[in-house]
């Protein structure tokens, strides 16, 4: 990413928009959730990923939370990398990336609520997408 602009949130975060930051390994557009991925990180165990899903659906209040709530740098930095890292451990890549884009957002300039609203939005899809699927089993 260019050095002008590391730490700024994309103005489109949709997947495969092209916008700065975002990744061309985001999911696809409608797909939060790569099942693909997940399968393979599972060995294929469909309880186990509803399991993991299920599990990762319940943090991810905590981690926005922490990420709304953050009072410095460190703290900010921290709330985004988990929510990053527990975001690419599930296949829920367009979270994955917004996150990786807001950990690099100084807690302390003015886009801290557009790189948090941006996760959010990531986050509430990722949710859709998971409760999706558990409505369709």
Partial sequence: MPAEEEGRVPEATAPGSGAPGVAS??????????????????????????????????????????????????????????????????GARRLAVIARVAEQVDAASTERERAFSAVQEAADEARRSVAGLFAAA
């Fill in 25 to 90: 390994d985001a999911a696809p557009a409608g797909d939060a959730i790569d099942r693909a991925y997940l399968s393979r990180f599972t060995l294929g165990n469909a309880d186990l990923e509803r399991e993991v899903l299920e599990l990762f659906v319940a943090q991810l209040p905590v981690y926005l939370e922490q990420l709304r709530s953050a009072h410095d740098a460190k703290s900010w930095r921290n709330a985004a990398h988990s929510i990053k890292g527990s975001a690419a451990a599930v």
